[in-house]
């Protein structure tokens, strides 16, 4: 196995096993937990974060380690990366950046703040989302090409 499949397959844990962690393991329990609201949500909001920048980081290694290996033409993973870092990038620097200058306000229970606020957050959530499972196709499909069973599958089919 060479580096950089290691090095890939090790940026591929990292930042796929951050985004299902913390988004689905380790932020319900925090809200469940912590009974200011307030604090889980600037927890919350500081470990999104951190997974976002992790995401850029380990995203843009991989899509360019991937563009190389493919003499720069792209492949569906080339695809997938390409999408996941867009959607990393609108929550980095538009979505969250405008849901924190909303918290910076104030918001009032009810008010057109916190209406737009919850619209936000709505969007950030169906964002993760997409990205998580676009990271889970990443795996299993990206284990699925390295273990050869595609190729077996269209060996024993002819």
Same mark, same amino acid.
């Given at each position: 196995?060479?580096?950089?499949?290691?090095?890939?397959?090790? !940026?591929?844990?990292?930042?796929?096993?951050?985004?299902?962690?913390?988004?689905?393991?380790?932020?319900?329990?925090?809200?469940?937990?912590?009974?200011?609201?307030?604090?889980?949500?600037?927890?919350?909001?500081?470990?999104?974060?951190?997974?976002?920048y992790l995401?850029?980081?380990?995203g843009s290694?991989?899509?360019?380690?991937?563009?190389?290996?493919?003499?720069?033409?792209?492949?569906?993973?080339?695809?997938? !990366?390409?999408?996941?870092?867009?959607?990393?990038?609108?929550?980095?620097?538009?979505?969250?950046?405008?849901?924190?200058?909303?918290?910076?306000?104030?918001?009032?229970?009810?008010?057109?703040?916190?209406q737009q606020?919850?619209?936000?957050?709505?969007?950030?959530?169906?964002?993760?989302?997409?990205?998580?499972?676009?990271?889970?196709?990443?795996?299993?499909?990206?284990?699925?090409?390295?273990?050869?069973?595609?190729?077996?599958?269209?060996?024993?089919?002819?």
């Amino acid at each position: 196995m060479h580096f950089t499949s290691i090095a890939e397959r090790l !940026l591929t844990t990292l930042w796929v096993g951050a985004l299902w962690s913390v988004g689905y393991l380790v932020l319900p329990i925090l809200f469940a937990t912590l009974d200011d609201r307030v604090m889980a949500g600037m927890l919350a909001g500081k470990m999104l974060m951190t997974v976002n920048y992790l995401g850029l980081v380990c995203g843009s290694t991989l899509l360019i380690s991937s563009l190389y290996a493919n003499r720069w033409r792209p492949d569906w993973r080339v695809i997938l !990366l390409a999408v996941m870092l867009l959607l990393v990038a609108i929550l980095t620097f538009w979505i969250q950046p405008m849901m924190a200058e909303i918290k910076a306000q104030g918001m009032v229970f009810g008010s057109l703040q916190h209406q737009q606020f919850g619209r936000l957050h709505g969007i950030s959530s169906a964002i993760y989302l997409v990205i998580s499972l676009c990271g889970l196709g990443l795996v299993v499909f990206s284990a699925y090409q390295k273990s050869g069973l595609n190729k077996k599958t269209v060996e024993a089919s002819d």
